[in-house]
T-cell receptor, first 113, second 113 residues
Framework: GAGVSQSPSNKVTEKGKDVELRCDPISGHTALYWYRQSLGQGLEFLIYFQGNSAPDKSGLPSDRFSAERTGGSVSTLTIQRTQQEDSAVYLC???????????FGPGTRLTVL | GQQLNQSPQSMFIQEGEDVSMNCTSSSIFNTWLWYKQDPGEGPVLLIALYKAGELTSNGRLTAQFGITRKDSFLNISASIPSDVGIYFCAGQRAGAGSYQLTFGKGTKLSVIP
């Protein structure tokens, strides 16, 4: 499978705990994106990586959210001290470059109890 | 953040009927995209529109880029059960920030056999 993969597919956590979500982009894609999809909503942009750097973090909703990308490949989205309003599907996408078609992974469904 | 106005929110149609959905925006986009999302999956690109007034078909799907660059519609002809899913429009700007897609809230399509 050469598509974008994400893990875990589902994550249930307790309020106040930290979580890490992982994204493996398509090999050779330099651009990587994280989106959040709340119930009944469209996709909300969180962060964009070009290579290992993140020129745009403007969509991160609070300082509890952070992301990194290493080796120009795998990315991790970390949410610290999770809150119930963080419950959503977190989608990762990658593209050949910053303007190309974005291919999405299946998402991680996060539930904060 | 900014979102596109997508309508209708949901549709129930009989198999074989045609479907139409649309998106409007208060600002101009240089590219309009239409995605479909199946349950438990990430969105998949159906059609991309690059020029104002452009009409593009992909099988039973037809989409148009509005002449003002502030709207787009998607038509599905002769619907079949596998058309069930959530359809999203997305707008993309040119130049700096072109990586960032702005999504509508989606149209949930149900097809009654």
């Amino acid at each position: 499978g050469a598509g974008v993969s994400q893990s875990p597919s589902n994550k249930v956590t307790e309020k106040g705990k930290d979580v890490e979500l992982r994204c493996d982009p398509i090999s050779g894609h330099t651009a990587l994106y994280w989106y959040r999809q709340s119930l009944g909503q469209g996709l909300e942009f969180l962060i964009y990586f070009q290579g290992n750097s993140a020129p745009d973090k403007s969509g991160l909703p609070s300082d509890r959210f952070s992301a990194e990308r290493t080796g120009g490949s795998v990315s991790t989205l970390t949410i610290q001290r999770t809150q119930q309003e963080d419950s959503a599907v977190y989608l990762c996408a990658s593209s050949l470059d910053g303007a190309g078609e974005q291919f999405f992974g299946p998402g991680t469904r996060l539930t904060v109890l | 953040g900014q979102q596109l106005n997508q309508s209708p929110q949901s549709m129930f149609i009989q198999e074989g009927e045609d479907v139409s959905m649309n998106c409007t925006s208060s600002s101009i986009f240089n590219t309009w995209l239409w995605y479909k999302q199946d349950p438990g999956e990430g969105p998949v690109l159906l059609i991309a529109l690059y020029k104002a007034g452009e009409l593009t078909s992909n099988g039973r799907l037809t989409a148009q880029f509005g002449i003002t660059r502030k709207d787009s519609f998607l038509n599905i002809s002769a619907s079949i059960p596998s058309d069930v899913g959530i359809y999203f429009c997305a707008g993309q700007r040119a130049g700096a920030g072109s990586y960032q897609l702005t999504f509508g809230k989606g149209t949930k399509l149900s097809v009654i056999p």
